[in-house]
């Protein structure tokens, strides 16, 4: 079948191209059981067994992460067994497709008009705070993209009659190659991307009948306005799709610009879903004695006033929850929770001067426990403000989790790691 008369799988199974896995298995599963050779009467039992082989392809490549990459990038060229990929399930779907329109569409010949094949996506990162998250953000821009070229319409000549373009010997006229791209340390990936001798197209025209404006390349670079909308309460790696933005091709329908949501840090509020958590900074009198007051501005600039009474005690990392104040949902007017961790200021060294305040203060707190009995007692010396971390450095036991030996001992052990024990 030729890119022309490409079947698009998403339309296939009937769903949108942002579809989540599970949409698209819930749209499979429907479908196998309409289209069940089982399921349907004798007479209609061969185009049955065709759309249910189709749709059985669709959703082996939709349904797996990479091959749906590769098919939203390169469509069903990047599964052409004749470029050393291919179907595991050892079947030609663009036959099946073929067979199955041919009866469901009325006879339909193959190689009969379609759709041309769809460009391929492209995807990008775009950051943004949690406060724009929280209250919703609409971001206009002006994007360079290439275009079919208004002059030559994507013909790439002059004169489109008199100009026949020529097969592009360096893909062999099927407009793609294959590319290695790093992807980490000592780590590439093939890939499968357009041929840049011919732009994709599988052809080229000689120079002397090339169009003027876009010198042959049959596409040109345009600066668009373009507005992108966040709706509130969206999430860390969510795909916001601008249908039909993405990089023109000739002979191609556009495929979509995507941005992958990146949620920055925040100084103030840590998100987990619809939920948000903070640190609630009272003081030691605060905590013994209550309090009444606005403990934090919110991402929408609200203050968050929490009045907690008097003889109940709040503890370091106790957590109070206030319904409703975390993240708005996407759909509707719920929110999700707040959380607030309980963090005590204590006061500073020497802030009672007095004798008398200190009696004053022992006389209103609980007093201490019962004295602890023992035949012989030691005084010791103490070092204030030690680092638990360093707690079994050295010492060869695997439950010290600070790793072997430090910086400032490499000169003892001969400048690196040495066995605790001999």
């Known amino acids: 079948m030729d890119a022309a008369d490409e079947v698009d799988l998403y339309e296939l199974l009937g769903v949108d191209k942002s579809a989540s896995p599970n949409d698209i298995k819930k749209a499979y599963r429907n479908l196998a059981r309409q289209y069940h050779p089982d399921k349907v009467p004798e007479e209609k039992r061969a185009e049955s067994e065709a759309k249910f082989k189709a749709i059985g392809q669709a959703y082996e490549i939709l349904s797996d992460e990479e091959k749906r ?18 179907s595991s399930a050892g079947v030609d779907l663009n036959d099946i497709l073929s067979q199955m329109f041919g009866m469901h569409m009325g006879g339909m010949p193959r190689g009969g008009p379609g759709r041309p094949r769809r460009g391929p996506d492209e995807e990008q990162p775009y950051k943004v705070t949690l ?6 953000k609409t ?4 994007a360079e993209k290439q275009v079919v070229c208004p002059q030559c319409k994507g013909s790439g000549a002059k004169d489109k009659e008199k100009s026949k373009p020529e097969r592009c010997q360096r893909c062999g006229g099927v407009g793609l190659q294959e590319a290695f791209r ?3 340390p000592n780590l590439m990936s093939r890939e499968t991307v357009a041929c840049d001798h011919c732009q994709g197209s599988g052809t080229y025209i000689k120079e002397k009948d090339r169009c003027k404006k876009c010198k042959g390349k049959r596409t040109v670079k345009e600066t668009k306005a373009l507005e992108l909308y ?6 860390q790696g969510e795909r916001i799709v601008l249908q039909g933005e993405a990089d023109q091709f000739p002979d191609q329908t556009p495929g979509d610009l995507i941005f992958h949501l990146v949620e920055e840090p925040h100084d103030r509020f840590t998100r987990i879903g619809h939920d948000l958590s903070a640190d609630l900074n009272i003081t030691l009198a605060e905590a013994l004695c209550g309090f009444s007051r606005v403990v934090l501005k919110h991402l929408d600039g609200r203050g968050i006033h929490i009045k907690h009474p008097r003889g109940k005690v709040l503890r370091p990392n106790d957590v109070l929850k206030v319904p409703g104040e975390g993240m708005p949902h996407k759909r509707g007017e719920g929110k999700g929770d707040l959380y607030l961790i309980v963090k005590i200021q204590f006061p500073e060294n020497g802030w009672i001067s007095e004798d008398n305040d200190y009696e004053a203060l022992q006389k209103i707190l609980p007093p201490p426990a019962e004295p602890i009995t023992a035949d012989e007692v030691d005084d010791v010396e103490y070092e204030e403000n030690a680092d638990i971390e360093k707690m079994g450095a050295h010492q060869g036991d695997p439950r010290y989790s600070g790793g072997e030996w430090e910086d400032e001992d490499e000169d003892e052990h001969g400048g690196g790691p040495q066995c605790a024990t001999q």
Do not use: N, T
């Open 69 to 86: 990459r590769m098919y939203d990038l390169h469509g069903m060229a990047a599964f052409d067994p004749s470029r050393g990929s291919g």
């Open 230 to 235: 966040i709706p509130r309460g969206s999430m």
């Open 139 to 142: 971001v206009k821009f002006a």
């Open 182 to 184: 790093q992807i980490g």
């Open 131 to 136: 406060e724009e998250l929280y209250k919703g």
